[in-house]
């Protein structure tokens, strides 16, 4: 049974709908990540559930309790802003004891909370220090301990991670999901970077214009994309509207013009799936026309347009009848500008969507 759901949930800034009958339901002690472009509606959706605002129509349960219209103080969340939002003339200690002040906890129970909550966020000896002694990341994990101690029922997480360098942000990203994991805390994180969210959730959201395009977990969000709008955010930049399709037990039988391609059907196709296919660059298979009769499957002909160098390889843009296609090959010599190639669509990678 979920922990909480948003249900039927609109919400609107100058009658522009930023949720539309938005649902969400996350079960306990999962880490459920909000992903999505600018604009998409995933800080607001984090803010309706801290309490920050409230929707126009529709409910959020938290425990089979309608919380709609429970304020924000009677909420027992953590929150984890973006720019950290310390009080600089406090010390960590303080800081991170500054909730369990206003609680009217005793002062010998807040000394224990918060040394501990300093030992699992690894600060451990910084609790005299203030805050512009500490690095980026130092502060991030008092802003964490600062919403654990209070020994929340729900985390919440916005972009936590934006304002630190990329090496900081993996090792930052661990730390959420090892402390995440080890109090088993249910979780909601809001993110726009797709390999911060896929390293450590159960559960991703990925969402558009105020709903939610795919929910599930990361692997599942990775190889079988379920719409177009899905399938580029997470890397599939070549898509084929195929003019035919025929399902044949295990196989699939799509035209294009003159050609005929056949693919292996993935767990997730149904033949209510769409007839767009999507294919990464890096699985798309590229070879030199004199190659082509070794590969007489899946197979079209097509012209190099563009040649750009990745370091490990190269990019190609490739013009053919079907449209543009870019395809990526690890090679010491490359194709010129202008060459006649033959790319390959493999049986397996390529996913249909809607």
């Known amino acids: ?36 472009p600018s604009g998409c509606g995933k800080t607001t959706t984090l803010r309706l559930i801290a309490g920050f605002l409230q929707a126009n129509s529709g409910k959020f349960l938290f425990k089979d309790k309608d919380y709609t219209k429970v304020p924000v103080n009677r909420r027992n969340f953590g929150f984890v ?33 918060v040394m501990n909550v300093l030992e699992i966020v690894n600060l451990h000896g910084f609790e005299k220090r203030f805050p512009k002694q500490l690095s980026g990341g130092q502060k991030q994990r008092v802003a964490i301990a ?21 090496n900081l942000r993996v090792n930052m990203r661990e730390e959420i999901r090892r402390i995440q994991q080890e109090l088993g805390i249910t979780t909601v994180y809001v993110s726009h970077d797709q390999e911060e969210c896929f390293a450590i959730s159960d559960q991703v959201a990925i969402m558009n214009k105020g709903i939610i395009e795919q929910l599930s977990n990361p692997a599942s969000i990775y190889k079988y994309p379920e719409t177009k709008f899905v ?34 059907k993935n767990e997730r196709m149904t033949n209510e799936t769409g007839k767009i ?26 012209k190099v347009k563009v040649s750009t160098y990745l370091g490990r390889g190269y990019q190609y843009v490739v013009d053919t009848s079907i449209g543009e296609l870019t395809v990526n090959k690890e090679m010491d010599t490359p194709y010129q500008i202008g060459q006649e190639v033959v790319l390959e669509i493999p049986r397996e990678p390529m996913v249909l969507v809607d």
Do not use: C, W
């Open 1 to 36: 049974m979920a922990l909480f759901t948003l249900q039927d949930i609109s919400v609107a800034y100058n009658k522009q709908n930023i949720l539309k009958d938005f649902h969400l339901e996350i079960e306990k002690g999962q880490l459920v990540s909000l992903l999505g």
């Open 81 to 113: 802003f973006q720019n950290y939002a310390l009080f600089p003339h406090l010390s960590i200690f303080d800081n991170v004891a500054f909730g369990l002040r206003l609680r009217k906890v005793s002062k010998d129970e807040i000394e224990k909370r």
């Open 146 to 166: 600062r919403a654990l101690v209070i020994e929340p029922d729900l985390l919440l997480f916005d972009e936590p991670l934006s304002n630190l360098d990329a």
């Open 231 to 264: 399938a580029e955010f997470i890397g599939f930049k070549n898509f084929i509207v195929f003019d035919k399709r025929k399902d044949a037990g295990n196989e699939i039988t799509l035209k294009k013009a003159d050609f005929e391609f056949v693919i292996h």
């Open 277 to 302: 296919g999507a294919i990464r660059p890096d699985d798309l298979l590229i070879h030199g026309k004199e190659e082509s009769d070794h590969f007489p499957g899946n197979t079209f002909p097509g």
